[in-house]
């Protein structure tokens, strides 16, 4: 049995190559580079300039065996056959039969004429992303897309370089920016590509990996346009003493990013901004705060510096800064902990998060501000798009579990989109008809379950961490038992109890025995058992929750996503 060849990502000279003003279309001498990533002096020609020598990578590679096109490569639907496959064009080979490094200079001039060459082939791919703009809302403020495709007029510049090594193979694709995009002027487009080499990783961008289906619109949905700069300063004046920002990690989240800041004074401020489609705009930002604010007991939570749920700051977008967590996360120190201890910090664990379980609401949805502006019922999201042709918006507070779980079918139906807007679905999706027929049988159906003593014995408004895993928790240095922090409130809402009864943390898994014998873990038994304990006696709603057969829930799981999912998984 061969194995698989190894996968590596290549270091692309991007901080250098962002500096680019590159017209792929128009003449190649008309190639300019600024002089400097911070300063604002002069754009000089590309060739002639000591940084056209620069090699394109680090370490330096003299063979490119696979240039692309990133956006024609986004097109091929690798769920087809092969024979049905769109087929972008040939990749180019660079290579210096010498040994010599691929220089700037040399690989603008090569994926120049290469573009050029595919140039049709590119501007199709580019159009079937490039929205045009409808009519603006007076209400929202929010430009509706109307059409896909690239006006002929339009100008392509050059984006970015991405690459990896797989075995031997050097692949590296070429991205285009087209003018308009996301509204975006050229002019703004290049400031942005400026502030994205003062620092790198680039802040604005995902850059943690690909996606096989729907990259484009996957890596769009995950684009923040905000002022860098301005998010900089802003974390430099919530920490006195601090004259300069040394270094920064970016971390991608499944609905944010955050960045990290370390300081000159050796301090550490974490600054966080949601996705789009995180939640709708405001609402998501102020109910965060607004759930740690409440949430300030015995639970170990960073202290909130400064926030804003209002885009139109001078940052650009909406924010949270906090105070770095104290300690280490836990996912460090667990493997080198024994099990005796591991259980005394699920205990501590578990202790820390009673007095959240323990909180009595009247109601299931989330936690606002008295002054948050009412919710508005349409937002800028490219993922998880809901439609309100054929229902109104369900956004609670709900007062009971009648109620709830008419919310829930909602939701369901609010994410069938219009007959005429579909694409070709896999056949396991289900019509249109049928996942309207579905949802209003399983709408009585629910609302019956939910007037079952089973469910009103579980159903009792909850407030528990969303995502409680081990890189969420910190820990002492000294002593690994003790809870220092736990992170990562993002989405935090009031659900029935029974909603966390199938959620487990990582670290009360039980995992197979690595000696290969089908058994259990030791340790990993341990820690199962002690989480099961320990929910049993200090938060005992969520233990009667966990204790109920998982198919009896099965139909509030997936009512509300089965145009996600598929018929299939809410019929069954």
């Not at 905000?226 to 609905?255: H, M, N, Q, W």
């Not at 049928?434 to 159903?459: C, D, F, V, W």
């Amino acid at each position: 049995m061969t194995s698989r060849p190894k996968r590596s990502m290549l270091e692309v000279r991007n901080d250098l190559l962002y500096r680019l003003r590159w017209n792929v279309f128009g003449p190649l001498d008309e190639i300019e580079i600024r002089t400097g990533p911070w300063d604002q002096t002069t754009d000089v020609p590309l060739f002639g300039h000591p940084l056209a020598k620069e090699s394109i990578a680090v370490p330096p590679v003299s063979r490119i065996d696979k240039l692309c096109i990133a956006e024609c490569l986004d097109r091929v639907d690798y769920r087809m056959e092969e024979a049905y496959q769109y087929k972008p064009p040939p990749p180019l080979t660079i290579h210096n039969e010498d040994g010599s490094a691929i220089s700037i200079g040399q690989f603008v001039t090569e994926a120049h004429a290469y573009l050029n060459l595919h140039a049709e082939a590119l501007k199709d791919a580019k159009g079937r992303l490039y929205g045009i703009p409808g009519e603006t809302d007076p209400i929202t403020g929010i430009c509706t897309i109307v059409d896909h495709y690239l006006p002929p007029s339009t100008r392509l510049f050059f984006k970015r370089v991405d690459a990896v090594q797989i075995g031997e193979i050097n692949q590296f694709s070429v991205s285009v920016f087209a003018e308009g995009e996301m509204f975006i002027t050229a002019e703004d487009f290049w400031d942005r590509q400026l502030v994205g080499v003062r620092f790198c990783p680039d802040p604005y961008r995902y850059t943690s990996g690909r996606w096989l289906r729907d990259d484009a619109l996957e890596q769009e949905s995950r684009l923040i346009h905000f002022d860098f700069d301005a998010l900089c300063r802003r974390v430099l004046a919530l920490c006195p003493g601090a004259s300069s920002i040394t270094s920064y990690e970016k971390k991608e989240g499944g609905f944010n990013r955050v960045f990290i800041f370390h300081t000159d004074n050796a301090k550490r401020i974490v600054a966080g901004l949601s996705f789009a489609f995180a939640g709708l705009a405001r609402m998501t930002t102020s109910s965060e705060v607004a759930t740690i604010q409440y949430s300030e007991t015995n639970v170990p939570i960073p202290k909130i510096l400064d926030w804003s749920d209002d885009a139109s700051n001078a940052i650009g977008s909406e924010y949270i800064i906090m105070e770095h967590a104290s300690g280490i996360p836990l996912h460090e120190r667990w493997p080198t902990m024994d099990v005796s201890d591991q259980i005394r910090c699920i205990e501590t664990i578990c202790q820390k998060l009673k007095e959240i379980v323990d909180l009595n609401f009247p109601a299931y949805g989330s936690l606002y501000f008295a002054e948050t502006p009412h919710i508005p019922t349409t937002s800028k999201l490219l993922l998880n798009r809901k439609y309100y042709h054929d229902i109104k918006p369900s956004q609670g507070p709900w007062l009971n579990i009648n109620d709830y779980s008419d919310g829930l079918i909602d939701t369901g139906i609010s994410r069938i989109p219009p007959a005429e807007s579909i694409s070709k679905r896999p056949r396991y999706q289900g019509s249109i008809d049928t996942h309207k027929k579905l949802l209003n049988y399983g709408r009585a159906m629910i609302k019956e379950m939910a007037k079952s003593p089973q469910i009103q014995n579980i159903a009792s408004p909850m407030m528990f961490h969303p995502d409680l895993h081990k890189r969420n928790i910190f820990v002492s240095d000294e002593d690994p038992t003790v809870v220092s922090a736990i992170i990562d409130w993002q989405s935090t809402s009031i659900e029935p109890a029974f909603w966390y009864a199938d959620s487990t943390p990582d670290f009360a898994q039980p995992i197979l025995d690595p000696s290969g014998e089908d058994r259990i873990e030791p340790k990993s038994e341990a820690c199962a058992k002690a989480y099961d304990y320990c929910v049993q006696f200090l938060a005992p709603k969520l233990f009667a929750a966990r204790s109920t057969d998982e198919d009896y829930l099965r139909p509030f799981r997936y009512c509300y996503r089965t145009w996600e999912d598929g018929a299939v998984a809410f019929r069954e």
